[in-house]
């Protein structure tokens, strides 16, 4: 075996500001995410057909196609639609927080209709408008419930993250292809990189565990 992990030495620090880079963008994605989650969510349990269908419809269509797919017709077809140059950047958060919103509005849906059905008929025979119901009471309860799943969407979308090197985003995984390709060895470079995905994965986990406990002590 012919490693050498001293040569990546001096890319040390331009392979550390992908972390930054890549953070950045999924910090952007999983907000846009969670805010069309919800949204999507509460269409599909809500009483508005054409509200539900459309949800039902953008579920079916981001989680039946390919995530790159979707990221290679953001970042591809813009141009030519719209005449709009968009920017690698950009087309990452849209396709992640596009793609990432389908699955978080399943796990809210899921987690809101998991809540007591007595919740919901104690608010409304108190007059409880729909909305204060929803963000006072239904979903600070469903939140609890579905924490674990989401913090494992957010894990999966830092993984998964990686595949924006396919459109040149100077993400960790791209920044080790350009060590790779400099040096002309790629396995001490993805090595690296691969570990620093793993410590990203590992502290979102300790964080997530952090707001379980946080939870359980407050009910």
């Given at each position: 075996?012919?490693?050498?992990?001293?040569?990546?030495?001096?890319?040390?620090?331009?392979?550390?500001?992908?972390?930054?880079?890549t953070?950045?963008?999924?910090?952007?994605a999983?907000?846009?995410?969670?805010?069309?989650?919800?949204?999507?969510?509460?269409?599909?349990?809500?009483?508005?057909?054409?509200?539900?269908?459309?949800?039902?419809?953008?579920?079916?269509?981001?989680?039946?196609?390919?995530?790159?797919?979707?990221?290679?017709?953001?970042?591809?077809?813009?141009?030519?639609?719209?005449?709009?140059?968009?920017?690698a950047?950009?087309?990452?958060?849209?396709?992640?927080g596009?793609?990432?919103?389908?699955?978080?509005?399943?796990i809210?849906?899921?987690?809101?209709?998991?809540?007591?059905?007595g919740?919901?008929?104690?608010?409304?025979?108190?007059?409880v408008?729909?909305?204060s119901?929803?963000?006072?009471i239904i979903?600070?309860?469903?939140?609890?419930?579905i924490?674990?799943?989401?913090?494992?969407?957010?894990?999966?979308?830092?993984?998964?993250?990686?595949?924006?090197?396919?459109?040149?985003?100077?993400?960790?995984?791209?920044?080790?292809?350009v060590?790779?390709?400099d040096?002309?060895?790629?396995?001490e470079?993805?090595?690296?990189v691969?570990?620093?995905?793993?410590?990203?994965?590992?502290?979102?986990?300790?964080?997530?565990?952090?707001?379980?406990?946080?939870?359980?002590?407050?009910?």
């Amino acid at each position: 075996m012919n490693l050498d992990f001293s040569q990546i030495v001096p890319y040390i620090p331009f392979m550390l500001e992908g972390i930054w880079a890549t953070l950045k963008f999924v910090f952007f994605a999983i907000i846009l995410g969670s805010i069309l989650g919800t949204l999507l969510a509460l269409f599909k349990i809500g009483s508005i057909k054409p509200l539900r269908w459309f949800a039902d419809a953008y579920t079916s269509i981001f989680r039946g196609t390919p995530l790159i797919l979707q990221l290679m017709i953001i970042y591809f077809s813009t141009p030519q639609l719209t005449g709009y140059d968009i920017s690698a950047f950009l087309s990452a958060i849209l396709a992640f927080g596009l793609n990432s919103s389908a699955y978080i509005s399943e796990i809210i849906r899921a987690g809101i209709q998991a809540v007591d059905k007595g919740q919901t008929e104690a608010a409304q025979a108190l007059g409880v408008p729909y909305r204060s119901m929803m963000k006072d009471i239904i979903l600070p309860q469903a939140l609890k419930n579905i924490l674990p799943a989401l913090m494992n969407e957010f894990i999966t979308l830092t993984k998964e993250s990686a595949i924006v090197s396919t459109i040149g985003y100077l993400d960790l995984m791209r920044r080790a292809q350009v060590v790779g390709a400099d040096l002309f060895r790629n396995f001490e470079p993805l090595l690296f990189v691969g570990f620093i995905y793993w410590c990203l994965v590992m502290g979102l986990t300790m964080i997530g565990r952090v707001f379980e406990r946080r939870l359980k002590q407050s009910d």
